[in-house]
């Protein structure tokens, strides 16, 4: 007798040959580090979600690359947000100095540039803050769109898989309760037959005898 080799997870959940790699996209990714974690991710989603049908792969996948991309986004913004410290720090130093200021709006700049440094004490953290943002607005804006747009598909991913799942479960035990269904009639046999002698000498007729019949007319006839 042959022994049957049970399947590891890893084969079970294998990338399909047609979707293996990242998307066009994500290609460029040039870190280790990220594309490690990227790596990390899709295993870690695929062990969870078990895709099985090439349509649930389509959607895991999708679900997978919108939140690396999501991750990505938010690792921009940080680094937009770092490369801004000094920018922002004029900025609020230029707006603690406007105050009584009379000069023209360029000498108040270059006065905020010379004394940055020395009155970065004075300055309130959260100004700077946001002085930086508002400094990178558009920058900071664009990204923002992105990460949305892609939280949106994220979800909207994994919505679908749930809703196909449902209709397949749904599916599959309204077949079950139908082929329960027959079989149970299958198995009770057809109604029993009975010959009922009509009236004014007509012919014997079958009819169905069931026990809601049965005491139905034992009703009418004043026997129940």
Do not use: C
């Not at 870690?44 to 999501?70: D, G």
Request: a positive charge.
């Amino acid at each position: 007798m042959t022994s049957v080799r049970r399947k590891t997870s890893s084969e079970v959940f294998r990338t399909p040959r047609w979707l293996r790699g990242p998307p066009t996209s994500l290609r460029s990714i040039r870190n280790r580090e990220e594309v490690s974690i990227y790596r990390r991710m899709r295993k870690a989603v695929i062990q969870e979600l078990r895709p099985k049908t090439p349509i649930e792969w389509i959607m895991v996948n999708e679900f997978v690359t919108e939140q690396f991309s999501v991750m990505r986004y938010r690792n921009w913004k940080a680094a937009v947000m770092q490369f801004s410290v000094g920018e922002g720090l004029r900025r609020a130093v230029k707006n603690r100095l406007r105050t009584g200021n009379k000069g023209s709006e360029a000498d108040l700049d270059w006065k905020a540039q010379e004394l940055a440094g020395s009155m970065r004490r004075y300055v309130n953290d959260h100004a700077i803050k946001a002085e930086m943002y508002l400094s990178r607005r558009s920058e900071m804006d664009s990204i923002h769109k992105r990460q949305v747009t892609a939280q949106r598909r994220r979800d909207s991913s994994l919505r679908l898989l749930e809703q196909r799942r449902s209709r397949q479960q749904k599916d599959a035990a309204q077949i079950t309760r139908a082929l329960m269904d027959e079989r149970n009639r299958e198995e009770s046999g057809p109604p029993e037959m009975v010959t009922v002698a009509r009236k004014n000498g007509a012919g014997d007729a079958p009819e169905l005898k069931t026990v809601g019949s049965e005491a139905l007319r034992k009703s009418q006839n004043g026997h129940g």
